[in-house]
């Protein structure tokens, strides 16, 4: 039985993919800046990704988890 799993990886220079479990196949992938994500968080009803940029980026990224697309940015401070 096909359950539609996904896992959502975080690969260096800003790439998050979205990869099909149960096939291996990436579902997408996008960039979200120039540093790896940090952090990311599903919301509740897992209809949004939210993913956090590294150190010299504070953004934060709200994407669409089933389309990679990103719905609204949040920036944050600019410096230590």
Do not use: K
């Not at 799993?5 to 979200?32: D, F, K, M, N």
């Not at 897992?46 to 949040?74: C, P």
């Amino acid at each position: 039985r096909e359950l539609g799993l996904t896992a959502v990886t975080v690969a260096r220079g800003g790439w998050v993919r979205a990869i099909q479990i149960s096939s291996g196949e990436t579902t997408w992938e996008v960039l979200t800046g120039d540093e790896e994500a940090r952090a990311m968080q599903f919301s509740p009803d897992g209809r949004v990704l939210a993913v956090g940029g590294g150190i010299g980026e504070a953004d934060i990224r709200l994407l669409d988890a089933a389309t990679g697309r990103e719905l609204n940015r949040r920036t944050g401070h600019g410096s230590w």
